[in-house]
């Protein structure tokens, strides 16, 4: 039996990957270079599913996926959160002390600037973090280091020399769980759920204001709202938001036909499980 594939952005080894693993362990992971193929990927239906992070707590929300989901056809089914963790590797028989340049993505070099700091190391920038570690144990250097989540170490046969460098160890990426399926089939009644959805507003005065009203007289609670533009056209604001609950509840479904009315695009992208993870402490 051919095993389900799963497509995540990256290099093997990356954190999508670790989050592949640990929430669909029954799946391939399927290495991406870049989120339009690994929503492609989807898609066209190499891959069963997709693990697409969106945000993360310290960096903020992740550049151009908001500008593709609206765009690809897939439906979201599931959320899972990834408290992330960094890894200082080298090749084998390299000393701390031996390390004078420190590679990986931005991103993960300002999350880990006080160990960076502390060697007195020189920074490069990387594609991503498994890429770095990739290029690591495929071009050996005794004065260099990679950061990057443990699995990559073990891939690509580093060595690592320093733990959970990350300087908030509060540190989490969440994760969008995608499908092709048009219709999937709905969550459990039991679990609370959250609705993904966009929409274009009217050109109309207050149209924002006067779309937005139907969630608080209802009591519906908007857990997320971001704007973003459609390509070069500054008029044409576009809605990222989440809602609390189903469409079929009434206070959600009353909320949404009055943003129907003042919305000149309205599209539910999914309707999935909240992940307990939102719960906790």
């Known amino acids: 039996m051919t095993k389900r594939r799963i497509a995540f952005q990256g290099e093997l080894g990356a954190n999508s990957h670790e989050a592949c693993s640990t929430y669909y362990p029954d799946y391939e ?9 690994a929503f492609e990927a989807v898609k066209t239906g190499a891959c069963e599913l997709g693990m697409i992070p969106v945000e993360n707590s ?5 550049a151009d996926v908001h500008h593709l989901l609206p765009s690809s056809g897939l439906k979201i089914i599931g959320e899972r959160f990834k408290p992330i963790h960094f890894q200082l590797m080298a090749n084998p028989g390299v000393a701390l002390e031996d390390i004078k340049t420190v ?24 594609g991503d973090t498994a890429g770095a570690a990739k ?12 950061i990057s989540p443990a699995l990559a170490a073990e891939i690509y046969g580093l060595h ?42 009217r050109n109309l005065p207050a149209a924002l204001y006067k779309a937005m009203g139907g969630f608080a007289t209802n ?19 576009f809605f990222y938001a989440e ?6 509840d009434r206070g959600l479904a009353l909320a949404f036909e009055e943003l129907r009315f003042f919305s000149e695009r309205f599209e539910i992208l999914g309707v999935y499980p909240a ?7």
């Open 135 to 146: 290029l690591l144990a495929e071009h050996p250097d005794p004065a260099k280091a990679a």
């Open 58 to 62: 310290i960096a903020g929300r992740v």
């Open 160 to 201: 690592i020399l320093l733990r959970d460098i990350e300087d908030e160890h509060s540190n989490t990426t969440r994760f969008l769980v995608m499908t092709a399926d048009p219709s999937p089939p709905a969550p459990p009644f039991t679990a609370p759920c959250i609705t993904s959805f966009v929409f274009r507003v």
């Open 103 to 126: 590679a990986s993505m931005p991103i993960a070099l300002g999350q880990c600037r006080k160990t960076i700091r502390r060697l007195k190391a020189r920074t490069e920038a990387a």
């Open 243 to 248: 809602a609390d609950g189903r469409p079929e």
């Open 29 to 37: 992971p399927v290495p991406c270079a870049t989120f339009e193929e």
């Open 219 to 237: 009591g519906v609670n908007i857990s997320k709202l971001e704007s973003y533009m459609e390509g070069a056209a500054w008029s044409a604001t």
């Open 275 to 281: 992940d307990p993870f939102r719960t906790r402490g």
